[in-house]
């Protein structure tokens, strides 16, 4: 199975900064199709997991123009341009080019 | 809106069954691949299974092969899962996820289920 591999665990962030969040493949995400299947999702306290960016970059309908997505091949990124109260929670990416599809541990986001 | 809406969870004994549901609405429940996707406190979030649209082909993680089995009734617009010969590592909140492009976009709000003596 592909090992996804979030850093870090834990994010200390400060309102109104930016935040940033790694997500490393153990293997290439390119699929044979030319895409590259790699998503973010936000999960708040007591709440279902939210998508916010799928193919790497594209942002969910709604979703803030402060999160953006990059990255190519085994190596990913989550950027918030500056941190919002709501952004709290948990950030997990998940790889969909490969079965089984799998996440990464997740990426506590506190004040 | 789409909404999914997971029932069927609870407590059972290690080698018990239980069938989890999903009621879909608010969109073309028969168009989509429909999935199933487990998050336990100590491992996360783990893929569990999918189903093609008209139920013709159907995935299953090796942690469960053999012991759980995805199905669909699209004329029901609803999604199970059958879980059977459960043991205590099952113990997740199971959530009914739509999945589009290799990609889940809408997620249930989740249905526990606990495994112990």
């Known amino acids: 199975d592909v090992v996804m591999t979030q850093s870090p665990l834990s994010l200390p962030v400060t309102l109104g900064q930016p935040a940033s969040i790694s997500c490393r493949s153990s293997?290439?995400?390119?699929?044979?199709?030319?895409?590259?299947?790699l998503n973010w999702f936000q999960q708040r306290p007591g709440q279902s997991p939210r998508r916010l960016i799928y193919?790497?970059?594209n942002r969910d309908s709604g979703v803030p123009d402060r999160f953006s997505g990059s990255g190519s091949g085994t190596d990913f990124t989550l950027k918030i341009s500056r941190v919002e109260a709501e952004d709290i929670g948990v950030y997990f990416c998940m790889q969909g080019t490969h079965w089984p599809r799998t996440f990464g541990q997740g990426t506590k986001v506190e004040i | 809106e789409v909404q999914l809406v997971e029932s069927g969870g609870g407590l059972v004994q290690p080698g018990g069954s239980l069938r989890l549901s999903c009621a879909a609405s608010g969109f073309a429940f028969s168009s989509n691949w429909m999935s199933w996707v487990r998050q336990a406190p100590e491992r996360g979030l783990e893929w569990v299974a999918h189903?093609?649209?008209?139920?013709?082909?159907?995935y299953h993680v090796d942690s469960v092969k053999g012991r759980f089995t995805i199905s669909r009734d699209n004329a029901k617009n609803s999604l199970y899962l059958q879980m059977d010969s459960l043991r205590v590592e099952d113990t997740a909140v199971y959530f009914c996820a739509r999945e589009v492009g290799r990609t889940v976009d809408y997620w249930g709000q989740g249905t526990l289920v606990t495994v112990s003596s």
């Open positions: 293997q290439s995400l390119v699929h044979s199709d030319g895409n590259t299947y």
């Open positions: 193919k790497v970059s």
């Open positions: 189903i093609k649209p008209d139920g013709s082909e159907k």
